[in-house]
C-alpha cells in the first residue's frame, strides 16, 4: 500500500503504527534521505541542499532508492507501506512498473492546508522553515495532488480523515485496511 497526504498530515507517524500492526515493511523515503544525510554520503549532501529548501530530489534518483528497497527480501515477503513515495507521476508510474497490481490500497491521509501549516511550524524539523513549508506545499499541490487522481482511477484510493487524535485517526486506517 502507499499512504498520500499533505507533509504534516501524521503520514509517518500511522505509518509506522501500520507496519507495527500488519507486519508490513514501512519504507519512508523521506527517512532513508535523512539518514543518508546524517551519513554524509555522496546522495546525502546532495539531497540535503534540496530538502533545506522544500524540493523535491529527483525522480531518478528516488525511483532507484525505491527500487533497491522493494526488491530486499522482507518487503517480497512481508509486503510494504510506501510513505512519501510516489510524489510525482513519474514515480507513480515507476512504481507500477515494479509492483503492478500488488499495488492494492493508496490512501490519502485528508488534512487541510492550514491545519498541516501550523503543525510543521510546531514540530521544528530542521526543514521545517516558513520558506520551506510552503515550497513543499506548492509542489504537494502541483506535483502529487494529481496522484488522487491516478489512484482513484486504478480503483485503489481510499480518503481518511487525518484530523483528532493519533489513536482516532489510526481505528479509520484499520477500518479501510481491514475492509481491503
Ligand atoms: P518527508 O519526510 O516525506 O516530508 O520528506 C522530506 C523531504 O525529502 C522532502 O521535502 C523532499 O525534499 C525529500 N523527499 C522525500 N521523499 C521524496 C520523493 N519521493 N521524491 C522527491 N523528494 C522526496
Redesign the pocket.
Known sequence: MIILGR?GSGK?TQATRIAEQYGVVHI????M??AAVAEGTELGQK?KV??DA????P?DI?IGIVDDRLSKDDVVQGGFLL??????PG?ADALVGFVGDRLKLAINLDVAVEVVTDRMMARGRE?DTPESIAR?LELYEAETAPLLSWAEDRGILHVVDGLGSEDEVFARLQKVIETV
Not at 54 to 57: E, F, I, P, R
Not at 83 to 88: E, L
Request: hydrophobic share 30%; charged share 30%.
Open positions: 507533509q509517518g519512508s523515503t523521506g527517512d534521505l535523512r539531497a534540496l530538502m522544500g524540493d523535491l530530489v525522480d528516488m510513505d512519501g513515495f510516489p510524489r510525482t514515480q526543514d513543499r
